[in-house]
């Protein structure tokens, strides 16, 4: 089935710096990658969603500029957390919906907890 | 007044009980998507619906658009379907997530 690979799965680093978040589509062409952020015992909330190619659409109050989505392949999706601060910590997790009449669902990455100290 | 609501909040089951999760939302939808978190954080998408009712193994979701409302029923529950169960609506411009259902099913 659809694989999408999340890397990295944790991540520690110092306010200010910035990390970056791979999500791979393995074995099938990701059109349209979906980015979520979800605090300790709530929901999901999507922040973006792109399409190869293009740029991505954020939602109301997440600034582009701090969270930035490169999606320059049919593969390959980044999120840059610029400039973290602590209350970016949280689980950052990606979706994939793929080419073709079989890939109507969404494929999930493992996400990443990412922690800023 | 959440858009998506879902009911109850946590759960707790012997093995082999016919569980179900209510998903209500309030917005008008292109889809509807059950969701699984499992404790470890990652997501499987188990459904997507606009329409009737859809089986994948021990797991059915329906969807009633007129009401509004999708159920997710586990038939035969197990131990390893403990997880968070998410509701998720899909619209044009807008996705929405239930709070989520923490299912626990005990051996």
């Known amino acids: 089935g659809a694989v999408v690979s999340q890397h990295p799965s944790r991540v520690i680093c110092k306010s200010g710096t910035s990390v970056k978040i791979e999500c791979r589509s393995l074995?099938?062409?990701?059109?349209?990658m979906f980015w979520y952020r979800q605090f300790p015992k709530q929901s999901l909330m999507l922040m973006a969603t792109s399409n190869e190619g293009s740029k991505a659409t954020y939602e109301q109050g997440v600034e582009k500029d701090k969270f930035l989505i490169n999606h320059a392949s049919l593969t390959l999706s980044t999120l840059t957390v610029t400039s973290a601060h602590p209350e970016d910590s949280s689980f950052y997790i990606c979706?994939?919906?793929?080419?073709?009449?079989?890939?109507?669902?969404?494929?999930f990455g493992s996400g990443t907890r990412l922690t800023v100290v | 007044k959440n858009e998506v609501e879902q009911s109850p909040q946590n759960l707790t089951a012997q093995e082999g009980e016919f569980i179900t999760i209510n998903c209500s939302y309030s917005?008008?939808?292109?889809?509807l998507h059950w969701l699984q978190q499992h404790p470890g954080g990652g997501i499987v998408s188990l459904f997507m619906?606009?329409?009737g009712k859809k089986k994948h193994g021990r797991l059915i979701a329906t969807i009633n658009i007129q009401e509004k409302h999708s159920s997710l029923h586990i038939t035969a529950s197990h131990p390893r379907d403990s997880a968070v169960y998410i509701c998720s609506t899909s619209g044009t411009y807008k996705y929405i997530f239930g709070t989520g259902t923490r299912l626990k099913v005990l051996a």
């Open positions: 917005v008008g939808i292109s889809a």
């Open positions: 979706s994939a919906r793929g080419r073709g009449p079989s890939s109507y669902g969404y494929t």
């Open positions: 619906l606009s329409s």
């Open positions: 074995d099938f062409q990701a059109t349209t």
